[in-house]
Each structure stands twice: as C-alpha cells, then as structure tokens.
C-alpha cells in the first residue's frame, strides 16, 4: 500500500495532491457567480450523512471530486462582491501561499525546539504590530486562535494585576460599552468573575462609548468599595464599526490606575493605513491590544494576536514543565513561546502575515483596508437618499446598519418581520449575503464590507434585491390580511 505519509519519498506525491487539490479550489472561484448557492440544511445533511466513513475511497481524486459535491460546490464564498455579511475578508494569495507551507512543514511554536526561525518570524511580527501601535519598548504579545482569546488572555492579565495588588475576584469589575463584543462576557465568566463583573456603558448615537458614563460608573465602583479591574474600548465595533474615544479612555484608565484594553478585532487594519491611522489614535495608551489579521489584514482563519505593554504581565500566563519548558530554559534564554501563550500546540499562522508583507508590503494591505472603509462612505450616502431605507450611523469603519421601510405606514413589529424575511430569503436565493441586528428593540440589516471588489453597483444592487424581497412579504401579508 501507498504512504499517505509526507516524507522524504513522498515529495512528488505530495505536490501533485495539493495541485489536485488547488485545481478544484482554483475552478470552483474562477467560477462561482453568487456568493452562496442557497442550499438548505435539508438539502446538505442527507448527503453529508450518507457518506460512510469506515469506507475509504483509497483515491484522491474520487476523494476530491466527492468533496467538490459536499463541500466546495454549496459554500459560502467571502471573496464574491455580495458577500457583505460578516468581518470575514476575501484572502490574499500571499497569505494562502503561507498556509500551505505552514500546514505541510507544521511546525509547532510553543517551543523552540518545534520551531526554530518560526518563533523568531513569529516574534518579529509582534514586535513589528506592536511598534504600529506605539506600545513602547517593553511591549511584547504572542499569536491566538482569534479576538476571543486575545481578549480572554487581556482579561486573565488584567486580573492577575488586579490579584497582585490585593483585589478579591468577586470585586473586580470590567467595564464595556454595550456594543463591546460578547467575547469579554464570556472572558469574565470564565475567570470566575461572576455575572456582574461586567458593567455596561451606554453609547453615544453613533455607537461610541459615553466616557462621562463610564467616568461615573468608574466612580460608583469605588463608592461601592470595588476595584475597577479594566476598561475595555473597542476600536471598531462588530456591529457598527464604532471606534470608542481612545483618548478620553485612556485618561479615565490612568486617574483610575485602571487596566486599558483596546480590542482592535476590527479595527486593526487601520494599523496599515497611511490614510485613516488617526483614527486609532490613543490606542498607544493601552496596557493590551487585540488584533484579528483575520478580519481586517486580509488573512486566512485563523490569525490573530494579543499584544501587551509591559512584557512581564505575559508572565501570568506562564508555567513550566519538565517535559517541554523546564525553568532552566529561562536562564538559557531559549525562546518558547508556550510561555506567553494560553495554548500550548499552535500553528504557525503568524507566517501568512509574514508572506503578506514581505511580497505586498504593509501599505497595500492598508490601502485594501481604506478602499472599503471609503465605499462604506458611498453606501451610507445612497442609502441615506435613499427613501426605501432608514440607515443608522454613519460608518468609521466599513460596516453599514440598515433597515428597509415600506412607504406606506405600516406596524413597526411587520417592518421587522420584512427584514427578516428579506435577509433570509436574499440568503436563500443566494444573490448576496447579508447580516441583521437589532438596534434597539427593532430589526436591521447589515453590511460588513470587506471586499475592496465590492461596488456601488454591487450595493446597489442588493439593495434592490432586499426591498423587492421586503415588498414581496408585505404585499403576501396584506393579502392574507385583507
Ligand atoms: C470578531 C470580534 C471578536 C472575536 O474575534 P474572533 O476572532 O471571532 O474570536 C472580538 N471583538 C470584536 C470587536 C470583534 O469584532
């Protein structure tokens, strides 16, 4: 029987398998004229279910073409210019190009000795986010698995500060606007900080959080005789693109000797902007800093990083084995990542970000970045003249919240219903994808731009789409009611 084994004798096989491999990936996007086809769950499931799994095919091709079938002919395709849906971007080939190697040479970077030159690529990186943001000559981070657990290894840190000077758990508070990202509720829960840890700041009408609530909500918790652990702004919120007052934030952080976290998910592209930066400004102030390449560098899942001020909280996420990271190894300077790390085996993903600016460059990334944060500015204004629509926020980033409103008056719960209806059947027609949220107690649509290829035309296109789709359920509905 053949090695399915990549080896020293296996060289050419490998190589004409992931050709095959590319090949289908290659004609299926050279191809694909919607961004989904519309497939249902009842439609996918049986024939995901029917395939057997104790019954290999022995054959890559056979292999290849049922996956054609399951998988590549009936996905979601991010690089369609009517995908507007989630933070999820088109790729870049150079990025790509870095998964493939990184995954065939699989190197791990919690240690050195798993990794050599990847631990130092990777480290390089940090350095390089960190010297954008301005964090200073102490600052230090490591590579993650996404914005959750850059931003549950900020909140671990903040925590351990807040321990080392004295601070019992059940008192520390957090503080988030209420269009922070849910990932720091589950953060505190899961650092047994207790439901009420996270105090909610209101936002301002555009998204941003009021910093004269959170200068009184900071001060209630010192009435209270409980510590205010960290502050988290949000540069670039999920569901606005809402950049909170950095500036003012991190005044309120240092009066209050409070832990400044900046969660970047989003807005991390900016760090390449040579045109839109200032918008971030502030950012440099903070104590820890998460990023998601993933979102706004144009890179594949996954690829993010927390970053940090001072180098030595990263100690707290630090333990020693024998087995992979004895004490000694300190003293020898020895660089293991596993040390500032919450996982231990993890990929190299920071060589995709590598591959990327050492074939584009920083400046292109970030003129990507601009290019949809610009065609956001359009959008807003066809659907600000737009009578059908009623649009909320004028985007600092690239996201675009909206709803459709009929001409005649019409209940307010039916309106919602009509978005509804219009996002889900617009997704299954597969013509475009787009996101909902809620604003207030009301239903709205959303548009994540993140494909620099996306148009006007495109927008409005779908927009078209969405009021037909809207219309259509209003119509029925009067129908059945009349
Ligand atoms: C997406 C996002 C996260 C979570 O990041 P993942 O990579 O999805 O885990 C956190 N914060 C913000 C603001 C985000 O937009």
């Not at 998204?207 to 502050?231: F, S």
């Not at 239903?443 to 148009?455: A, D, G, M, R, V």
Request: overall charge negative; hydrophobic content about 40%; proline content about 4%.
């Amino acid at each position: 029987m053949r090695s399915h084994l990549l080896n020293d004798t296996t060289a050419e096989r490998y190589r004409s398998s992931v050709t095959e491999g590319v090949e289908r990936v290659a004609a299926r996007i050279a191809t694909t004229s919607r961004p989904f086809t519309g497939i249902s769950v009842d439609d996918l499931a049986p024939r995901i279910e029917a395939v057997d799994l104790d019954e290999p095919l022995h054959d890559t091709i056979a292999a290849l073409d049922e996956l054609d079938e399951l998988y590549l002919r009936d996905a979601v395709y991010f690089h369609h210019p009517r995908y507007l849906a989630h933070l999820n971007c088109p790729v870049v080939i150079p990025a790509v190009l870095g998964e493939a190697v990184l995954s065939a040479v699989n190197s791990s970077l919690d240690t050195w000795d798993q990794s050599a030159g990847g631990t130092l690529i990777e480290r390089r990186l940090i350095d390089w986010t960190a010297e954008r943001i301005g964090l200073g000559p102490a600052a230090d981070g490591v590579f993650t698995s996404g914005g959750s657990q850059s931003n549950l290894q900020a909140m671990l840190l903040a925590r351990e500060e807040a321990a080392k000077a004295g601070k019992p758990a059940d008192q520390l508070r957090i503080f988030a606007s209420e269009v922070g990202h849910f990932s720091i509720q589950k953060a505190a829960t899961l650092l047994g900080l207790g439901e009420d840890a996270v105090i909610v700041i209101p936002t301002d009408h555009n998204k941003r959080m009021q910093t004269v609530a959170l200068a009184h909500e900071l001060e209630r918790c010192l009435d209270d005789d409980l510590t205010p652990m960290a502050v988290v702004a949000t540069a670039g919120t999920t569901d606005f693109g809402s950049i909170d007052p950095l500036p003012e934030i991190a005044e309120l952080c240092e009066q209050y000797g409070t832990w400044m976290h900046v969660d970047a998910a989003y807005g991390c592209g900016l760090l390449a902007s040579l045109k839109n930066r200032h918008l971030i400004d502030g950012i440099e102030r903070a104590d820890s800093v998460t990023v998601d390449y993933h979102k706004s560098f144009f890179q594949p899942v996954s690829s993010s990083a927390v970053l940090v001020r001072d180098r030595a909280t990263l100690s707290h996420a630090t333990y020693h084995a024998e087995y992979l990271n004895p004490r000694r190894m300190v003293q020898e300077r020895i660089p293991n990542q596993v040390d500032k790390s919450l996982q231990t085996t993890r990929r190299f993903d920071a060589l995709k970000l590598w591959m990327t600016l050492r074939v584009m460059g920083a400046d292109a990334i970030g003129e990507l970045f601009d290019s949809v944060c610009d065609m956001a500015d359009d959008g807003w204004r066809l659907l600000a003249a737009d009578p059908r629509y009623d649009v909320v926020v004028e985007p600092q980033l690239s996201t675009l919240v909206f709803r459709y409103i009929p001409e005649s008056i019409c209940d307010p719960s039916a309106i919602d219903r009509a978005n509804l209806y219009a996002r889900k059947a617009l997704f299954a027609s597969g013509d475009a994808v787009v996101a909902g949220t809620k604003v207030g107690e009301r239903q709205y649509l959303k548009f994540t731009l993140l494909n620099p290829e996306t148009t006007v035309a495109d927008i409005t296109a779908v927009l078209d789409l969405i009021a037909g789709h809207a219309e259509q359920y209003l119509g029925e509905t009067l129908d059945r009611a009349s």
